[in-house]
């Protein structure tokens, strides 16, 4: 059941925006129990929607500012709900919880209503959505409360984390560690631009076992990149770039056996690859096929024999190009600019 408090517009003077009117014709299709919208149609007699059972417009600019549903017999059966780049303000309902056949949920404004933010008290409801499987949030306030992370670890089906944007505040490690029914399903993650406290970073590393790709863009975390990788065995492609991290790249890195794509661009890294290379003996084979440590990293010459792609620029690199460089078989993309190398790439 959606529950979002307004006001009927069955005599609203304003005509709707056809994308709106389109969104909430495409909104109930997706109920199982959707005849007592009998208004909500596409005949040209009622086209409006803002006159439309439930819906109330805004006189000036024509959005569509309140839905109220909750007299209604919608059915329970909703598993697809989509409210992002909305103009929402207020604090999430724990309501949402009750939806249980939700498989996919999107909150939040993002770029568009740089004003909007939505707040969570608490994120325990998300537990309780038991088909849910992506979830993408963005501009979302959670600096009220310090589950979100437990929250997300044990809502069991969840596959697809999205969240962009967020304010997050330090996270309670210590109920982190007494989780044991976490889970498994997680399989893609991606935060960018959020503000997350570098305490939380281990924890996001060991969400799921069966990561494929993660992604950690724009949260200018800082601090050293945790040794936190060596149980992330699935994982194919990692983003850490824009982030501050400083100091040496961690061991258990290299242990990433099906790793192809590797993005520490934009960071404050120093030493050499050679963690990677060492840890990689084990390997059957090295995948990585995508390397990009440009601009700020001082890192070491050591390259890849998979490398597709190689990104290296704006470092603090000096000295003759690597002979190796010009005998990589399947290097496709080479970036060296800003540097200060010299010589040819082969003879």
Same mark, same amino acid.
């Given at each position: ?129 038991s088909s849910l499987q992506n979830l993408r949030l963005s501009t979302v306030d959670f600096t009220a409360t310090s589950d979100w992370l437990q929250s997300v670890k044990i809502t ?93 790249? $961690?061991? +258990? *890195? !290299?242990? =990433?056996?099906? #790793?192809?794509? %590797?993005?520490?661009?934009? &960071?404050?890294? /120093? @030493? ?49 190009? $690597?002979? +190796? *460089? !010009?005998? =990589?078989?399947? #290097?496709?993309? %080479?970036?060296?600019?800003? &540097?200060?190398? /010299? @010589?040819?790439?082969?003879?």
């Amino acid at each position: 059941m959606v529950v979002l408090v307004g006001k009927g517009g069955s005599d609203s003077p304003v005509q709707c925006i056809e994308s709106e009117r389109q969104a909430l014709l495409s909104f109930k299709q997706g109920l199982e129990s959707s005849n007592s919208l009998s208004s909500w149609t596409s005949n040209s007699s009622q086209e409006d929607c803002c006159s439309w059972e439930g819906i109330s417009c805004d006189n000036k600019t024509n959005h569509v500012i309140e839905l109220d549903l909750s007299a209604y017999q919608l059915g329970i059966r909703l598993t697809y709900l989509n409210l992002a780049q909305n103009p929402m303000t207020g604090t999430i309902p724990s309501q949402l919880g009750n939806l249980t056949s939700l498989s996919f949920l999107g909150l939040g404004s993002a770029y568009l209503y740089p004003n909007s933010t939505l707040i969570v008290s608490n994120f325990r409801w998300i537990s309780r959505l038991s088909s849910l499987q992506n979830l993408r949030l963005s501009t979302v306030d959670f600096t009220a409360t310090s589950d979100w992370l437990q929250s997300v670890k044990i809502t069991r089906s969840l596959t697809s984390l999205d969240m962009e944007e967020c304010e997050f505040s330090e996270v309670d490690t210590s109920s982190l560690s007494r989780i044991t029914n976490s889970s498994n399903s997680l399989k893609s993650i991606y935060m960018e631009s959020n503000t997350i406290h570098p305490t939380a970073i281990p924890w996001l590393l060991n969400l799921s076992s069966n990561l494929v790709d993660l992604t950690l863009m724009g949260n200018q975390i800082g601090g050293p990149l945790p040794n936190s990788f060596v149980n992330m065995t699935s994982l194919a492609s990692l983003d850490l770039s824009f982030n501050g991290f400083e100091g040496e790249i $961690p061991k +258990s *890195l !290299g242990t =990433l056996c099906n #790793l192809n794509r %590797l993005d520490l661009s934009h &960071n404050k890294i /120093s @030493g050499s690859l050679d963690n990677l290379l060492e840890s990689q003996v084990n390997c059957p084979k090295n995948s990585t096929k995508i390397l990009k440590l440009s601009d700020h990293n001082q890192l070491g010459r050591s390259v890849f024999p998979a490398l597709e792609e190689l990104d290296l620029h704006d470092n603090l690199l000096k000295g003759p190009l $690597p002979y +190796s *460089l !010009g005998q =990589l078989p399947k #290097l496709r993309v %080479l970036h060296l600019e800003n &540097n200060l190398l /010299s @010589g040819p790439l082969c003879n």
